[in-house]
T-cell receptor, first 111, second 113 residues
Framework: GIQVEQSPPDLILQEGANSTLRCNFSDSVNNLQWFHQNPWGQLINLFYIPSGTKQNGRLSATTVATERYSLLYISSSQTTDSGVYFCAVVLFMDSNYQLIWGAGTKLIIKP | DSGVTQTPKHLITATGQRVTLRCSPRSGDLSVYWYQQSLDQGLQFLIQ???????AKGNILERFSAQQFPDLHSELNLSSLELGDSALYFC????????????FGPGTRLTVL
């Protein structure tokens, strides 16, 4: 089946730094989303981005579907950015679909 | 606050027991998704319901079942519980289907002793 790999697994940065998180997937996908799980466990959808580039404040994401990867950029990091960032891909198969999540990148922003 | 509610927040039970987790989607959302997050398996998609009907099935065990009611709330039933079922169970909702933004509830933490 499709593999979703995220890198790096862990990232520790000082407040104000920029970061790039990567999501590679082993096959064509129909949908890709980025999520943030904060230290209290709450999951928040960041981007729905099967292709192209989107920006939302200090966060932006780019998916290059033909090369099977997506990048999440965080600029001017704040301590509230800490948590785990997941990418998830959707594969449509007949009348069903599979939603497959990467293992996540754990980001710690130090003040 | 995502608008998705889940009850209970915590649940502690014993092996072999049966529990029911409840989810109320955001107003207007027709789809409900259930996920399991455990330390060793990460986030796993279990099942999706759309407007009362099962739409997609992921890694859901046969001991688990779900349904979505006419008022669009959903319940996840877990039976013959095992220690390995201890996990955080999330519900999410979206307007339509898998290509929509999903909004997550706070989760139910299940501990099986």
């Amino acid at each position: 089946g499709i593999q979703v790999e995220q890198s790096p697994p862990d990232l520790i940065l000082q407040e104000g730094a920029n970061s790039t998180l990567r999501c590679n997937f082993s096959d064509s996908v129909n949908n890709l989303q980025w999520f943030h799980q904060n230290p209290w466990g709450q999951l928040i959808n960041l981007f729905y981005i099967p292709s192209g580039t989107k920006q939302n404040g200090r966060l932006s994401a780019t998916t290059v579907a033909t090369e099977r990867y997506s990048l999440l950029y965080i600029s001017s990091s704040q301590t509230t950015d800490s948590g785990v960032y997941f990418c998830a891909v959707v594969l449509f198969m007949d009348s069903n679909y599979q939603l497959i999540w990467g293992a996540g990148t754990k980001l710690i922003i130090k003040p | 606050d995502s608008g998705v509610t889940q009850t209970p927040k915590h649940l502690i039970t014993a092996t072999g027991q049966r529990v029911t987790l409840r989810c109320s989607p955001r107003s207007g959302d027709l789809s409900v998704y259930w996920y399991q997050q455990s330390l060793d398996q990460g986030l796993q998609f279990l099942i999706q319901y759309y407007n009362g009907e099962e739409r997609a099935k992921g890694n859901i065990l046969e001991r688990f079942s779900a349904q979505q009611f006419p008022d669009l709330h959903s319940e996840l039933n877990l039976s013959s519980l095992e220690l390995g079922d201890s996990a955080l169970y999330f519900c999410a909702s979206s307007v339509f289907g898998s290509t929509d933004t999903q909004y997550f509830g706070p989760g139910t933490r299940l501990t099986v002793l």
